[in-house]
């Protein structure tokens, strides 16, 4: 059976069953949930002490009215760096090398952060749009460039991150391919490649 090259993009199944659903929830399992005990055994001790740390890191450089995001940005990135960790195992699935999963994250977030700079500081946000010192006949052409370029800013963030997150996988495949049918032909060659 000959397969593409390109079959690494698409959504893996078994028996039916999309393993991306799979690989979204399992690392939620491996979390174990705190107890109501005064003491907690070492492994929630060394998840809080983890989960502190790492939010105190992320929210340093931040003003106190950023803080508040502290709940979902330490949830979100924890979330990746696990399914990111269990997709190095042998014979899994990481499901941030599809498109769909990394448009899902992207949109949302982009989404939340224009509807909150609008709200917030429309002036500033209304700014970005022109850059100072345009020339006058320019304005009307250059703030349709940049709204277009707002738009698409989620689209091309997220296939630039499939598109590195599968080019070392693509890579790897395609350098063992060349040495397998080099194999025959040229054996010091294949045996360097």
Request: aromatic share 10%; net charge positive.
């Amino acid at each position: 059976m000959t397969l593409s090259f390109f079959d690494q993009f698409m959504s893996p199944t078994y028996l039916g069953i999309p393993l991306i659903a799979i690989a979204l929830v399992f690392p939620w399992i491996l979390y174990p949930s705190p107890s109501n005990r005064w003491l907690n055994n070492r492994l929630i001790t060394l998840q809080s002490w983890f989960i502190n740390r790492f939010t105190q890191q992320l929210l340093l450089p931040l003003n106190p009215g950023g803080h508040k995001w502290a709940l979902i940005l330490t949830s979100l990135m924890i979330f990746l760096l696990s399914m990111n960790l269990l997709g190095l195992l042998p014979y899994t699935f990481t499901p941030t090398t599809q498109l769909s999963l990394n448009m899902g994250l992207a949109v949302p977030f982009w989404l939340a952060t224009v509807i909150i700079g609008m709200r917030n500081q429309p002036t500033a946000a209304l700014g970005h749009l022109l850059p100072e010192g345009t020339p006058v006949p320019l304005i009307p052409v250059l703030i349709i460039i940049e709204t277009i370029s707002l738009f698409i800013r989620p689209l091309a963030l997220g296939v630039r991150l499939t598109a590195n997150l599968t080019a070392g996988h693509l890579l790897i495949q395609l350098i063992a391919t060349a040495a397998f049918v080099l194999l025959p032909m040229m054996t010091t060659v294949a045996i360097l490649t």
